[in-house]
């Protein structure tokens, strides 16, 4: 039993008992699941009913339907192939390269973080959509290739290569930060203890660093796996005509077959392997949902990578004893020669991260300027005629115009409801902390594709398919993992006892939220503001079904723009927006320096 | 049966212990000189501990022995081998840490089994040193625990049984009582101070608790500012420091502003800066002392005695008693005189008569051959302050 030390369990106690009152707390979860209940939970289970119903009532024909035909089978494999190789290329990739962010100096580790981190916000759509020229067959890759004397380049996009490509690219921040995060809390006291007994570096590295990392490496291959089994955007820009996968593959039943029942039972079974997936996986993704402070949870309990000690008298026999020793030793050779390579290894994988998740952006920027109407890399001419294109379209104003304002609506409800919800778990009873986390992590976990589907099936009939609440709803469910989970961390660090003391000096319930919970959770619910509004700016598969002629969002425009025809219009949108982020964060740094130093001026006035 | 005879073996493996040599090792951090030029030469067997306050460049020594860190310059020599620019791994050195730096993962016999298990030793023999090593230790029944599973002072013994179970030549210890509270720490120095003897390694052990060193040490090295200011036995430490510094460092001393001058006997003699009378002190040292010099003249409390102002001699410093502090065996009484405050530590025992309160008229009286004299460097100013 390990002993359960949060100080919550304890102050919890303290602050609860003298205070009769009937505690309240649990009511601020009310519109949390409220939204969650109706706006996920109610589609996805109808797009359940609809997967079973056909004209003559309750029926399995669906799913036999599916589960008999090869190319539902084909496309389920080539998910499962491209998850698990990008999963794996990721993984050692991030794992690599947050080893060595870790033993970097503290002003390098700065600098490559921004490398990580602006691609990661920068949207999926503008960074698979750069890839084409990347990979193009008169793209850069090929450009490259020719001045070397490569004639016939290999065919890089447009096919599962292009897909591994950029998925790889989209995901390698999501696994990367948090193994970064788990071996920046690393002691390596006990890498040297072991180095001291006699370990070459490789070898206290696989024994001793190593099984501290393997909980958050897990963490990490269970995201990227999970976020690919649900992607459509990058395949459907990257892979070729017949590389759909199994997200593409029910929008095309869907739409193109007009199949709903076998949409639906589709998504159901692709549902059915996230979830299972979700289930087996949960042990190590647990630590990242906002539960935290629950009972032990199960990552602290059974993740015990340690192996039992011999037992008893009965010892090994001799055989076993040499089969023993004849691995430790192969396994002491490889990680000798990985130990002796770790510097190349290191650097090589920094190298191929940074090419990978920079190049991108350096090419939209490029190409924005290109002169042409079509696709070629490097530009033979350059010009500002798409810039203005660009800025003269009322069609691609008014778009960005209206992602701008659903997105930011979206996100601020989100904060709302999520920074609320996020209060009830953390303060709020114990019991059911962990079902709520499981479920607002929901969002995040089920593939868009299907959420959107069950949204749009439920709503159609309603009106709301076209109009502006029709998108703004599902972006709010969208936004609220991000949320919640950021201001519960927040919380959670926050000491209970400061709401008990403004308490026990007799301010009411509101004046707590004014004057001590708000002020000390500004930056988290402006991070979760930011990434809730990134998750609805982004979205194209929600858009796919809930625009209408009067609303096409930004996202949407862009991808039907890509799909027409490969222009520089959208590396132009792409500059405009990466732009207006930089000149946001810029803006906030120079705003805090100003109002600094105006303070210190007035100080100084002051005193003298 | 075939188990007890090979625990016996390892026991009977007695006097091990390496022999190190330290020669010119410097170590520089840009422009930080971390350690400067130590030299030290350490016997078999011995156990060397090594004092200085925070900073003085300790574990930045032990870094260089373990390996973990390239001298600058100078080298380290284990039985006359220059193990300098060896990999860590290969030193086949005992090391415990500060704060244990135990596999989390591992169970205590596998903590303490790795190093054997590095040296692919079969699991059968591994198990009778593990054993065994946790014998010393007194861990017996502990061995499929987790370090999260045991108290600090167990962890402390696992960290040791771990570092001792491959039979090192030489032992390093980095502070490693420090996270133990005062009665287990004062336990676990006699439980190294015996296994030391029992295995007869040398030990080098890191330190800034004076208690510790004197109590544990064959020898100390004082060190300060990245340099050995004095090698010695505690009693030497104690009784002859080589400089202020050690004097202040190692027990508390009472430090009087001086200036020496040479008598007509050819002895040198310290005049006390605010000494009405002039007289002229002797002091212990004083063959060491150049005339003309200031210089500090230290007493520990201990030394100092009070006296009745009727008592005094010629020699005596006239005070007024400021504070009394009960210690328990002893009380210390601080005194203000014309030469500065004194610290003067009185056993209870001696009291019995005449005690003394605050505001008492007393005269300050120490042995001539309990006051040492050290030579201000430079404009400095006293180390008492
Ligand atoms: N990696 C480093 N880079 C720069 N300076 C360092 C480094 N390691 C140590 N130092 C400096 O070297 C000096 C000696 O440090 P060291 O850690 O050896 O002291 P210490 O005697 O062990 O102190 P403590 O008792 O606090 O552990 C200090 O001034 C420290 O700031
Ligand atoms: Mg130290």
Redesign the interface.
């Known amino acids: 039993m390990?002993v359960d030390s949060s100080p919550e369990r304890f102050t919890d106690g303290l602050a609860t008992r003298p205070r009769r009152r009937p505690d309240h707390r649990w009511l601020t979860l009310v519109p949390l699941l409220a939204v969650l209940i109706l706006l996920f939970v109610v589609p996805l289970c109808s797009l359940l009913v609809d997967s079973f119903r056909s004209a003559q009532g309750f029926t399995l024909e669906n799913y036999r339907e599916q589960v008999s035909s090869p190319v539902f089978w084909r496309a389920i494999r080539r998910t499962l192939v491209v998850a698990a190789l990008s999963t794996g290329i990721c993984v050692a990739l991030g794992y690599g390269m947050a080893y060595a962010l870790t033993r970097m100096p503290k002003r390098v580790r700065g600098v490559l973080l921004v490398v990580v981190l602006v691609p990661y916000f920068t949207s999926i759509l503008i960074r698979s959509y750069a890839w084409i020229a990347i990979l193009a067959p008169n793209g850069l890759v090929a450009q490259a290739l020719a001045l070397l004397g490569v004639e016939t380049p290999p065919d890089l996009v447009f096919n599962q290569t292009g897909m591994l490509i950029g998925t790889v690219q989209i995901l390698l921040p999501l696994a990367l930060l948090p193994i970064y995060s788990v071996m920046s809390g690393i002691?390596r006291?006990?890498v040297?203890?072991?180095?001291?007994?006699?370990?070459?570096?490789a070898?206290?590295h696989w024994?001793?660093y190593r099984?501290?990392t393997s909980s958050a490496v897990m963490a990490a291959a269970a995201l990227v796996f999970i976020s690919t089994l649900g992607f459509y955007v990058t395949p459907a820009l990257l892979g070729g005509p017949g590389d759909t996968l199994i997200a593409q593959s029910i929008l095309v039943q869907f739409s193109n077959l007009v199949d709903p029942a076998g949409a639906a039972a589709q998504a159901a079974l692709l549902l059915l392997i996230v979830l299972v997936l979700f289930a087996i996986l949960f042990r190590h993704l647990a630590p990242s949902l906002s539960v935290g402070g629950t009972e032990p949870t199960p990552a602290t309990t059974t993740a015990?990578?340690?192996?039992?000690?011999?037992r008893g008298t009965a010892?090994?026999t001799e055989r076993h004893?040499e089969l023993?020793?004849l691995r430790?030793?192969i396994l002491d050779t490889g990680l000798d020669i990985v130990g002796r390579l770790r510097l190349p290894i290191l650097l090589g994988s920094w190298i191929l991260g940074a090419v990978l998740l920079v190049t991108p952006l350096v090419v939209v920027a490029i190409w924005s300027l290109s002169d042409a109407t079509y696709l070629t890399f490097p530009p033979e001419e350059y010009s500002t005629r798409w810039f203005a294109d660009y800025f003269t379209d009322e069609a691609w104003i008014d778009s960005t115009f209206l992602s701008l304002g659903l997105a930011s609506t979206a996100a601020v409800v989100s904060v709302v409801i999520g920074g609320f919800g996020a209060f009830g778990l953390v303060r709020g009873p114990r019991r059911p902390r962990l079902p709520i986390a499981i479920l607002v992590a929901m969002p995040l976990i089920v593939p868009p594709m299907i959420y959107s589907l069950g949204f749009f099936v439920l709503v159609a009939p309603h009106n709301l398919v076209g109009t502006r609440l029709g998108l703004i709803l599902p972006y709010v469910v969208l936004g609220l993992p991000f949320s919640v989970s950021i201001t519960a961390a927040a919380l959670r660090n926050l000491d209970v006892r400061l709401e008990n003391a403004a308490r026990s000096l007799g301010a009411g319930s509101l004046s707590v939220l004014r004057h001590v919970l708000l002020p000390a959770l500004r930056p988290a619910l402006v991070s979760g503001f930011v990434f809730s509004f990134l998750a609805a700016f982004d979205d194209v598969v929600v858009a796919t079904f809930m625009s209408g002629p009067t609303a096409v969002t930004l996202p949407l425009r862009m991808f039907q723009d890509i799909k027409l025809e490969v222009s520089p219009r959208t590396a132009v949108v792409a500059v405009v927006l990466l732009g207006a982020g930089a000149a946001a964060v810029l803006l906030r740094f120079v705003t805090a320096w100003l109002v600094r130093t105006v303070r210190v001026a007035l100080s100084r006035l002051g005193d003298s | 049966m075939s188990e007890v005879s090979e625990g016996v073996q390892v026991v009977d493996q007695v006097a091990t212990g390496g022999e190190v040599e330290l020669d010119g090792l410097s170590k520089r951090y840009g422009t930080v000189e971390a350690v400067c030029g130590v030299s030290l030469s350490i016997r078999r067997g011995e156990f060397l501990a090594i004092l200085g306050p925070s900073g003085a460049g300790k574990t930045t020594l032990l870094n260089m022995l373990?390996?973990?860190e390239t001298p600058t310059s100078g080298a380290i020599r284990i039985n006359g081998r220059d193990v300098a620019r060896l990999?860590?791994?290969k030193?086949?050195?005992?090391?415990v840490?500060?704060?244990y730096?135990?596999?989390?993962?591992?169970?205590v016999?596998?903590n303490v089994g790795?190093?054997l298990?590095?040296?692919?030793m079969?699991?059968?023999e591994q198990?009778s040193h593990i054993q065994h090593a946790l014998e010393l230790v007194k861990l017996e029944g502990y061995?499929?625990r987790?370090p999260?599973q045991l108290s600090g002072g167990q962890q402390q013994r696992v960290a040791l049984a771990?570092?001792i179970v491959?039979r090192p030549a030489l032992l390093l210890m980095d502070e490693p009582l420090g996270a133990l509270d005062k009665r287990l720490r004062e336990h676990m120095r006699i439980e190294i101070k015996r296994l030391q003897r029992n295995l007869g390694a040398t030990v080098i052990y890191v330190t800034h608790d004076q208690g510790e060193a004197l109590t544990m040490a064959d020898r100390v090295a004082v060190m300060n500012d990245g340099a050995v200011e004095q090698l010695g036995t505690p009693i030497d430490l104690y009784e002859r420091p080589a400089s202020a510094f050690v004097a202040d460092f190692v027990g508390e001393t009472n430090f009087f502003r001086g200036r020496a001058v040479l008598d007509a006997d050819g002895r040198v003699r310290v005049v006390l800066d605010g000494d009405r009378l002039g007289h002229r002190r002797e002091v212990e040292n004083a063959a060491s002392l150049k005339p003309d010099r200031n210089v500090d003249v230290g007493v520990r409390p201990e030394q100092v005695s009070l006296l009745p102002v009727e008592c005094a001699d010629g020699t005596a410093v006239l005070g007024t008693v400021s504070e009394v502090l009960y210690e328990g065996a002893t009380a210390l009484h601080v005194v203000e005189t014309a030469i500065g405050n004194l610290n003067a530590r009185l056993s209870l025992k001696n009291l019995r008569e005449t005690r003394w309160a605050v505001g008492d008229q007393v005269a300050v009286h120490w042995d001539a051959r309990a006051a040492r004299g050290y030579h201000v460097a430079g404009r400095g100013s006293s180390p008492s302050s």
Request: glycine content about 8%; hydrophobic content about 35%.
């Open positions: 390990s002691d006291a006990p040297r203890a072991a180095q001291s007994l006699g370990a070459s570096p070898v206290a024994h001793v099984p501290a015990r990578p340690g192996r039992r000690p011999p010892g090994p004893e023993r020793t430790a030793r | 373990t390996g973990f990999a860590p791994h030193r086949g050195i005992g090391v840490f500060q704060h730096a135990l596999f989390k993962h591992m169970t016999a596998q790795f190093p298990r590095m040296r692919r079969s699991s059968r198990r061995a499929t987790f999260d771990r570092a491959f």
